[in-house]
């Protein structure tokens, strides 16, 4: 293990009860991490120990997964993803390539335990800051970015009456990939959904991650990952990967061809999920986090969605100041342009080695 990482096994403190350990995970404790996860009101399908394995094998990137424990049980966890960019910077992210983050526990005594821990180990490595990515305020007087919303909403056991509570406009759409006659199935394969999402967020201007990168989340989620497709007479309209935690359903990369415009596709792709998810017996639809202002903002607001801020705070160590590698940040906008017009194959081909660096 690097020398600038956690030890295995240190005792923080005995405080008033009971002395904690903070430790790193190791295989022999992902079965107990997994089963505190899924316990803890705090933690998302992000907190999952999964992702070690995804960030380390398809990014290449170390990983610091810490837990605490107390009493020999665990009590909180904390992923960490160690993200060394020429292009990006130096940073210690919560999670890392995902919308949420930071610290589980529904104890005091065990945040306050971790984040010391997590603070002490980005002034270790020399960071240029520790960034945790959480739901709600968690860390008082770090500085915060507020540059994301999240937008998830209850729905019902009965697809009518979530079709019905659609707004009449976003629902008039979802009517008209129904009339045009789509087609919605769950896809063994990941070929058809990587030809819609990589010409999706070339249209972006965004680079697209690989090919090894999703077939490694269907690996590692199997029992809580799938892909819906859709298609209008045996062509490919438009796909969604999704994420299942606990009662909630996670559309997370999704994207479409030329005729998902057309046909209303992207509209018809997520109110097949919705109504698939509510026959399953899931309760929530994580529409998951999008930009204010942009156009993914607009149109989940559009399907009756109210945006709920995420709270992304910042311990700086070496950083003046925390970062900003949005696309809406004005210096990026120049490559983005360009982005946006080369061949699809070129942005297969490059959009991974520079997407592995953003984190």
């Not at 292009?87 to 919560?94: P, T, V």
């Not at 960034?131 to 998830?152: D, I």
């Not at 090894?212 to 490919?236: E, N, P, Q, W």
Request: with cysteine.
């Amino acid at each position: 293990m690097d020398p600038a990482a956690t030890h295995n096994a240190a005792a923080v403190t005995s405080g008033s009860g009971p002395e904690i350990t903070v430790r790193t995970l190791t295989p022999d404790y992902r079965e107990q991490w997994d089963e505190f996860v899924d316990a803890c009101p705090d933690a998302t399908f992000f907190h999952r120990a999964g992702w070690q394995e995804v960030i380390e094998k398809a990014f290449g990137h170390r990983t610091h997964y810490l837990f605490a424990e107390r009493n020999g049980r665990i009590a909180g966890v904390l992923p960490l993803g160690h993200i060394r960019s020429r292009l990006f910077g130096n940073a210690l992210i919560s999670t890392p390539f995902c919308m949420y983050g930071g610290i589980a526990t529904e104890d005091s005594e065990v945040f306050s335990v971790l984040e010391s821990t997590a603070c002490a180990l980005a002034e270790r490595l020399k960071v240029d800051y520790l960034e945790m990515r959480n739901r709600e305020a968690r860390h008082t007087g770090w500085p915060a970015k507020e540059l994301y919303v999240t937008f998830r909403k209850s729905i019902d056991s009965d697809p009518e009456k979530n079709l019905l509570a659609i707004p009449r406009k976003q629902r008039a759409m979802v009517r008209k990939g129904i009339k045009a006659g789509l087609k919605g199935e769950f896809d063994s394969s990941i070929n058809r959904f990587y030809e819609a999402y990589s010409q999706s967020v070339r249209s972006l201007g965004t680079p697209v991650f690989s090919r090894g990168y999703i077939k490694l989340l269907l690996d590692v989620f199997r029992d809580s990952c799938d892909i819906l497709t859709v298609t209008h007479d045996g062509d490919l309209v438009s796909s969604v990967l999704s994420f299942y935690f606990r009662d909630e359903v996670l559309p997370f990369y999704g994207g479409g061809t030329p005729l998902a415009r057309q046909l209303k596709g992207n509209d018809f792709m997520y109110w097949e999920l919705m109504r698939h998810s509510c026959e399953r017996g899931l309760r929530v639809f994580d529409y998951g986090r999008s930009k204010q202002g942009t156009g993914s903002f607009n149109f989940k607001k559009n399907w009756g969605f109210e945006p709920t801020p995420l709270h992304y705070e910042y311990h700086l160590v070496k950083a003046r100041e925390i970062p900003d590698k949005s696309p809406m940040n004005p210096k990026y906008r120049l490559f983005i342009n360009a982005w946006k017009r080369l061949p699809l194959p070129v942005t297969r081909l490059l959009g991974p080695l520079l997407v592995r660096n953003l984190g």
